[in-house]
Structures are given as C-alpha cells and as structure tokens.
C-alpha cells in the first residue's frame, strides 16, 4: 500500500500541549484527545473577539466543504485500507485545491484574496487536528501513520514531479506562518505565498522554459530532525532522469529587503517553533541521507543575475553575513563573531547570513544533500523575502494593502527564480559591502524564517 511506503516523519506527532477541554464527541471524534500547541490556535479569537480565526479563513477562502468531507469519509470508513485511501487523497486533495486557488484555476473558492497563504496552513491544522482526534470503529496496523500520509500530502511532498527532457527544472520551497503567539493568529508568510504562486509554474528564461515544483515546510525543529527537508529535496535529487537543476529554499526575513544568502550554518540558535518548542545546537545529520559534515555551506545560485533582474517593488541584497564561535572547542559560549569574509578551516558556525532558525536551516539541509549527491554543478541557495507584516486594522482579516504587499512580494520571487534559473557559472562573490556589514550587526538577535 502507498502509505506503508511513506518516510515516517511524522509517525509520532509530538504531543507539547495540554489535553484539549473534554466534551461530547461529535461523530467519530473525541474531543478529549490532546492536541498539539499549533491545533491549539484553531480556537483564537482577534482580541475583540468574534469568530476564531484559523476557521473564519479557511471559510472566507471555501476551503470548508472540503474540510467536513474529509472528517465525514473518516467517519464513513469501515477498514483501514479505505482510512488510508480518505487520508492520503485529503493530504493531495488540500494541496492542490490550495495552488489551483492560488494561480486562479479556482475563482468559485471564497472570496479571500487569492495570494493569500494562511486558508492552506489552518485548513491543514484542522484535518490534523481531526486525524489525531478520530476515534475509528477498527484497528489501524502499526505501520500506518495516517498523519504522515496526510501532512506529506498537503505540503507538497507527494506532489513533486518534474518532466523528463531538456526542460530546465526548479525546486523552491516555502515555510508556514510563524510566530503566532507574539505577532499574532492573523500573520501570512509570504514564502508560502510564494510557493503556491510557483508550483507547477513554466518560468520563461533566455535559455527556454523551466519548470517550478514547490513544498512547504512545517516552522517545527522536530520535523526537521525527522528529515522533512531532506526528504523533499533528496527524493527529487536523487532521481536521475528528472533532477531538479536549482534549488531555491524561500522564507521571511528582514523588513524592507530581499536577501540572497551567500552562507548557511550549522547551528541552531534555539528560537521557539509553533509548537513553542526550543533547540539550541549543531544541525543533526539526517539518516539515512549522504551528508558531508560541514559547519558553513555557500551558495551556487547565480545571484549576481538575480541582482540584475528586473527591478521589483524591493531592493535585493546578497547578504554576505555569518557568525562562528570565538572559541570553537566551545560553541554556543561566549559572543559570536561575525565578519563577511569567508568561514576558516576550523571554525564551528553559529549563524549563516539568514540566522540560525530553520530558514537557515533549510538551505543548509537542502544543499548538504545536494553535496553529499556530490552535485557541484546543481545551483542551490537561499532567499529571504520582505517581512509582510499584517492588516492594518487590528479588528480585520485583510485589507487592500495588506494583499497588495504580499502579491508584490510574490511577484518578485517569481522574478527572481526565472533569473536563476538559466544555467550560468557560479561568480566570484563581490568585497563586502555596507549593507554586508549593516546585517552583520543585526545576526545575533535577528529571527529570520
């Protein structure tokens, strides 16, 4: 069966948050099952009240019929052949409706913007949310994790399937929102924006077309130590006959700017996830995936072309920050150095130009495999976009400039992916620049996703 097949990534759900208040169990769900930190929020409110807002967008989105089907085929199930089948065509089903919507192939879904990311986080939250909860009148096998089968499904993970030929071919991915209990429920990414906009999308380049294949990254140190990054990344290099030629990680970074990132580290500095989880220290290997063990990894994308793209509604940097230990029999004490030359033989990384939260990590899981493939001549690094922010009026959902932000955004990562995705050789990285040094002092404090 397909679902015996799937990565375990998420075979055991991490449990960080108190049993949800026990009720009666509508259906075939019992209410009293705990639920994780980021179920959790499917309840919060703004703070003048009103309805929770998790569910108020995947309903202004119409992307609710979709969510009470799978919850009604779950209670319908009667073996757990039929369970597997409801979840993994729900994982694929919510991914798909979300970059149909997305890229406008579905103007009857709602009347949010359609650039909008967030309907596809919470919709994904409450599936979740209603598989750990689903109290089956049958026994499930051992093997089977109906939640890995559906979280790989509605991040994309399944859905990546480049054309063979001469066609160029981009992997990007993206990341949900984040930091949701400080900035708030209503906040987007416009990383996962970004990865709708482009999946299944033919860049026009001089050298002829490309084509984009995306996912969308969970902000969770415990699926990145079950492999998430290198299971997409990975899976898509080691196919031979339709690798992808670059890779792009996307995600949120500095307020006013883009960010080519010249560096990722392997340090992670400990900043709390949406499960409210923290972990400080050294990247982990990922089993069973080749990996050379290295503290800094430098990208390959043609970043001087993606300076040169057309301009767009923000000016683009190459940030060539990071920071080391100054004592490296000892990292993680002390300050952290940090300079814009080039890491030594030597020193242990405490922060690549993006930070250490996991959009450093991202670029540096997805090329530490594509080196350990020992694909040198695969283009791959990092792009941090603008902070979005949120709505202007803390009592709404949305406004105009909050959707014009994020569609500029969006537009501009398309541009810059179609310049990098041309072949070209790698260029000699420039002397630092001001704005180099500008970010060198900000790194420390700086969570960047």
Known sequence: MRLTALLPLLA?????????????????FDTAV???????RLTATMPAGGPAVGPELVRLAGLDPLVAGVKHDLCAARTPRRAERVV????????????DRAQGRRPDLGTLDRFDDRPLYWARLQLSSALRQWTPAFPLPESTSLLTAFDRGSRGLDDVR?????????????????????????????????????????????????????????????????????????????????????????????PDRFDIERWAGAWRGGFPDNNNASVTGGVPPA?????????????????????????GAYPVNFNQAFCVWADSSHPGAGAPVCRSDAPAAGEIAASGGGGNYLSNESMFR????????????VAGGHLHTPVLGQPTDPAALTDPDFESRRQAIAAQVITLATAAAAPAAPATPPPATESARVALESLPGTVLN
Not at 34 to 40: F, I, K, N, S, W
Not at 291 to 308: C, G, H, S, W
Not at 366 to 377: E, M, W
């Open 366 to 377: 997805a090329n530490r495999i594509r080196l350990g493939f020992g694909l040198t001549s």
């Open 162 to 254: 480049f054309p063979l030929g001469k066609t160029r071919r981009v992997m990007v991915s993206g990341f949900d929102p984040f930091q949701l209990d400080g900035a708030g429920v209503r906040i987007s990414n416009p990383a996962g924006a970004s990865a709708l906009q482009l999946d299944g999308r033919v860049l026009d380049t001089p050298s002829g077309p490309a084509v984009v294949q995306a996912v969308s990254f969970p902000v969770v140190w415990g699926y990145f130590d079950d492999g998430v990054v290198e299971a997409a990344y990975g899976s898509a290099l080691r196919d031979r006959a339709r690798r992808p030629d670059v890779l792009i990680t996307i995600s949120q970074g500095r």
């Open 34 to 40: 705990p639920l994780t930190v980021e179920e959790q």
């Open 12 to 28: 055991a759900v991490p449990l960080f948050a108190s049993p949800a208040v026990a009720t009666a169990a509508p259906g075939c």
């Open 88 to 99: 993994t065509e729900a994982g694929d089903r919510l991914w798909r409706t979300a970059v």
């Open 287 to 311: 089993a069973g995936w080749p990996q050379p063990d290295v503290q800094f990894i430098e990208t390959t994308l043609p970043y001087q072309r993606m300076l040169a793209a057309p301009a």
